[in-house]
């Protein structure tokens, strides 16, 4: 029943390590007076593209649970069992959000100190 979403889930939570990879190494670099600009562009398209990720992620989970809802016994314990490996545990999709939701305030904070700097020139 899961298989379309857990399908959807794969490649998106691939997608949201490797932009929380880049996240870490620009949020790691200090700030360039010269270069403020292509910064905020930066900053601003990886926030776009790491939510949007983010979005689908919960949508899976929501469309999950709402799978969950509708079976009884054996394939709901069977099911359960699925989505507690998908989302549960130290690299599941419940860490991964939480993991993504923290760089995205790193990421908002950046932009507001990049557009302060902006606009103190």
């Avoid at 919960?58 to 314990?77: F, H, I, P, Q, Y």
């Avoid at 699925?82 to 904070?109: C, H, K, M, P, S």
Wanted: net charge negative; with cysteine; hydrophobic share 35%.
């Amino acid at each position: 029943m899961s298989e379309p979403i857990r399908k959807l889930i794969g490649p998106t939570k691939a997608r949201v390590m490797g932009l929380l990879h880049d996240a870490t190494a620009i949020l790691q670099q200090p700030l360039d007076d010269d270069t403020l600009d292509l910064q905020e562009t930066a900053v601003h398209d990886l926030s776009h593209r790491l939510t949007r990720c983010v979005d689908i992620l919960n949508k899976c989970n929501s469309d999950w649970t709402t799978v969950l809802k509708d079976l009884e016994g054996e394939a709901k314990r069977t099911e359960e069992g699925e989505y507690d490996r998908v989302f549960d545990g130290d690299e599941g999709v419940i860490q991964v959000l939480l993991n993504a939701t923290d760089v995205l305030a790193r990421l908002d904070t950046r932009i507001s100190v990049i557009q302060c700097r902006l606009h103190s020139r």
